[in-house]
C-alpha cells in the first residue's frame, strides 16, 4: 500500500516551487492517516500514554477549570479524551483527517468533532484550554506561526496550551535532510521526507520557543520526555 505514495514527492513529478510542494505534503498527510494510520493506530499507538506526556497532562489539567471546554487540535482517534473529560470537563476534537475522526466518534460518539486542519481554524475565544499532542512535527515550518496563532485565537484570556515537539537525532536529521535536497525537493533545514511518502519537520526548540512568544503566548513549563519536548503555555 504504501508502493502509492512515493510518486507524488519524487524530483519527477513534483511540483516545481515550495508553495505547491508543500500543498502536496499535506494532501498525501491526509491521504495516509486515512487510509493508512486511522484502523492501526489504536492497536499500535493508542493505548498507552507515556510517563512524560501522563505528567505533563496532570499539570495542565491543574490550571484548567473543572468543568472547562478543552479543544484538542489533531485529536486523531481521541486517544487523550478520557483524561480529558474527566472531571466533567468537555471535549471538541477537530483533525483533517476524517478516517481518524471516524475511528473517534465510534468511540466517543457525544464527543463533538470537526474535519479541519491546524492551519485552518477558526475559533475565536472559545475555549478555556486545549492540547496538541504528537502532532506538530506533521507541520512545515511556514505553518508554524499561524497554528499557534489560531490556537491562541481559540482560547479563552489566560487559556493554557499543551503541546509536544518530536525530537529526534540531529545527525539523523540532516542526513534525511540532505538525501532529501539530493533528490530534488525543495526541503529546508530540519525537514525529513521518508521514500514512502511521509513527512517530518524538527525545529529547533528555540526556534519554537520564540514563535511561542510571538503568538502571545507566555510559558509555564517544559519538559523533555519519552521522545518529545513538552510545551505547557499561557495565553497573554
Same mark, same amino acid.
Given at each position: 500500500?504504501?508502493?502509492?505514495?512515493?510518486r507524488? %514527492?519524487?524530483?519527477? +513529478?513534483?511540483?516545481?516551487?515550495?508553495? =505547491?510542494? %508543500?500543498?502536496?505534503? @499535506? #494532501? +498525501?498527510?491526509?491521504?495516509?492517516? =486515512? +487510509?493508512?494510520?486511522? &484502523? !492501526?493506530?489504536?492497536?499500535?499507538?493508542?493505548?498507552?500514554?507515556?510517563?512524560?506526556?501522563q505528567?505533563?497532562?496532570?499539570?495542565?489539567?491543574?490550571? *484548567?477549570p473543572?468543568r472547562?471546554? !478543552?479543544?484538542? &487540535?489533531? *485529536?486523531?482517534?481521541?486517544?487523550?479524551?478520557?483524561?480529558?473529560?474527566?472531571?466533567?470537563?468537555?471535549?471538541?476534537?477537530?483533525d483533517?483527517?476524517?478516517?481518524?475522526?471516524?475511528r473517534a466518534?465510534?468511540?466517543?460518539?457525544?464527543?463533538?468533532?470537526?474535519?479541519?486542519?491546524l492551519?485552518?481554524?477558526?475559533?475565536?475565544?472559545?475555549?478555556?484550554?486545549?492540547?496538541?499532542? =504528537?502532532?506538530?512535527?506533521n507541520? *512545515?515550518?511556514?505553518g508554524?506561526?499561524?497554528?499557534?496563532?489560531?490556537?491562541? @485565537?481559540?482560547?479563552?484570556?489566560?487559556? *493554557?496550551?499543551?503541546?509536544?515537539?518530536?525530537l529526534?537525532?540531529?545527525q539523523?536529521?540532516?542526513?534525511?535532510?540532505?538525501?532529501?535536497?539530493?533528490?530534488?525537493?525543495?526541503?529546508?533545514?530540519?525537514?525529513?521526507? %521518508?521514500?514512502?511518502?511521509?513527512?517530518?519537520?524538527?525545529? #529547533? !526548540?528555540? #526556534?519554537?520557543?520564540?514563535?511561542?512568544?510571538l503568538?502571545?503566548f #507566555?510559558?509555564?513549563?517544559?519538559?523533555?520526555?519519552?521522545?518529545?519536548?513538552?510545551?505547557?503555555?499561557?495565553?497573554?
Amino acid at each position: 500500500m504504501a508502493g502509492q505514495y512515493p510518486r507524488i %514527492l519524487d524530483q519527477e +513529478t513534483r511540483p516545481m516551487n515550495r508553495s =505547491d510542494w %508543500l500543498r502536496q505534503v @499535506r #494532501r +498525501t498527510a491526509e491521504e495516509r492517516m =486515512d +487510509t493508512l494510520f486511522a &484502523a !492501526i493506530y489504536d492497536d499500535n499507538w493508542g493505548a498507552t500514554i507515556e510517563p512524560s506526556h501522563q505528567r505533563m497532562m496532570s499539570r495542565f489539567l491543574s490550571l *484548567c477549570p473543572p468543568r472547562g471546554a !478543552i479543544l484538542d &487540535a489533531a *485529536c486523531g482517534t481521541g486517544k487523550y479524551w478520557p483524561t480529558l473529560l474527566a472531571g466533567g470537563r468537555t471535549v471538541h476534537g477537530v483533525d483533517q483527517s476524517q478516517g481518524m475522526l471516524d475511528r473517534a466518534r465510534a468511540k466517543f460518539p457525544d464527543v463533538p468533532t470537526e474535519n479541519v486542519g491546524l492551519q485552518e481554524l477558526g475559533y475565536g475565544e472559545a475555549f478555556d484550554a486545549a492540547i496538541c499532542m =504528537d502532532a506538530l512535527e506533521n507541520v *512545515c515550518p511556514e505553518g508554524w506561526p499561524l497554528v499557534l496563532t489560531n490556537l491562541h @485565537r481559540a482560547l479563552k484570556p489566560a487559556g *493554557c496550551l499543551y503541546f509536544t515537539v518530536e525530537l529526534a537525532e540531529q545527525q539523523e536529521v540532516e542526513a534525511a535532510y540532505a538525501a532529501g535536497r539530493q533528490r530534488g525537493l525543495p526541503l529546508v533545514a530540519g525537514e525529513w521526507v %521518508l521514500l514512502e511518502g511521509g513527512y517530518h519537520y524538527y525545529p #529547533r !526548540i528555540e #526556534r519554537v520557543r520564540e514563535w511561542a512568544r510571538l503568538a502571545q503566548f #507566555r510559558p509555564v513549563e517544559e519538559t523533555i520526555g519519552d521522545f518529545y519536548h513538552h510545551f505547557l503555555v499561557r495565553k497573554d
